[in-house]
T-cell receptor
Framework: DQQVKQNSPSLSVQEGRISILNCDYTNSMFDYFLWYKKYPAEGPTFLISISSIKDKNEDGRFTVFLNKSAKHLSLHIVPSQPGDSAVYFCAASAGGPMLTFGGGTRLMVKP | NAGVTQTPKFRVLKTGQSMTLLCAQDMNHEYMYWYRQDPGMGLRLIHYSVGEGTTAKGEVPDGYNVSRLKKQNFLLGLESAAPSQTSVYFC?????????????FGPGTRLTVL
């Protein structure tokens, strides 16, 4: 049973518009959340994170929102650029070295 | 700095064969990890190490063994490969554990078991 789920396998967005990627989790012990970005034939790279004591974290065009009561987080990319086309993984931590990843969402930003 | 490197990049095995995947990092990181990525499943942790000479089981350890004889290297072994082990394998490292630090990933090894 997956504890971190990304229910949209793919998302297509026009360049310049907002991309919203969603992630749901079931484990109440998760208190730190991360987003990783992955290009083909490369390993994932860290994008942005948020602690459960916050409900929003922003870094340039990327913002992550956390709704603890709904066990839901989302990644907003504004404005979207063609170079943002990649697979995005949501991950969660309950402490210690282990991360639990979602299945990923493939984002395609069309020029 | 090369970061995290993995050898080989691709490999095809027959059922029952054995092989070792090598991960090397030049960032002096204490923590190292082996993940597998399968379609729709994301990345799942196989084994990890919190320092030279240590190893620990992750979420899906069965069928794999690991060793960390040197701080910079983390080896993943398959003693008797099975088709269910067809996957893309990623190694990662971090200076600190979990939320305290970012994990840096290698480029991956695509393994096919026939």
């Amino acid at each position: 049973d997956q504890q971190v789920k990304q229910n949209s396998p793919s998302l297509s967005v026009q360049e310049g518009r907002i991309s919203i990627l969603n992630c749901d989790y079931t484990n109440s012990m998760f208190d730190y959340f991360l987003w990783y970005k992955k290009y083909p034939a490369e390993g994932p790279t860290f994008l942005i994170s948020i602690s459960s004591i916050k409900d929003k974290n922003e870094d340039g065009r990327f913002t992550v929102f956390l709704n603890k009561s709904a066990k839901h987080l989302s990644l907003h990319i504004v404005p979207s650029q063609p170079g943002d086309s990649a697979v995005y993984f949501c991950a969660a931590s309950a402490g210690g070295p282990m991360l639990t990843f979602g299945g990923g969402t493939r984002l395609m930003v069309k020029p | 700095n090369a970061g995290v490197t993995q050898t080989p990049k691709f490999r095809v095995l027959k059922t029952g064969q054995s092989m070792t995947l090598l991960c090397a990092q030049d960032m002096n990181h204490e923590y190292m990890y082996w993940y597998r990525q399968d379609p729709g499943m994301g990345l799942r942790l196989i084994h990890y190490s919190v320092g030279e000479g240590t190893t620990a089981k992750g979420e899906v350890p069965d069928g794999y063994n690991v060793s960390r004889l040197k701080k910079q290297n983390f080896l993943l072994g398959l003693e008797s490969a099975a088709p269910s082990q067809t996957s893309v394998y990623f190694c990662a490292s971090s200076l600190l554990a979990g939320r305290a630090d970012t994990q840096y990933f290698g480029p991956g090894t695509r393994l096919t078991v026939l």
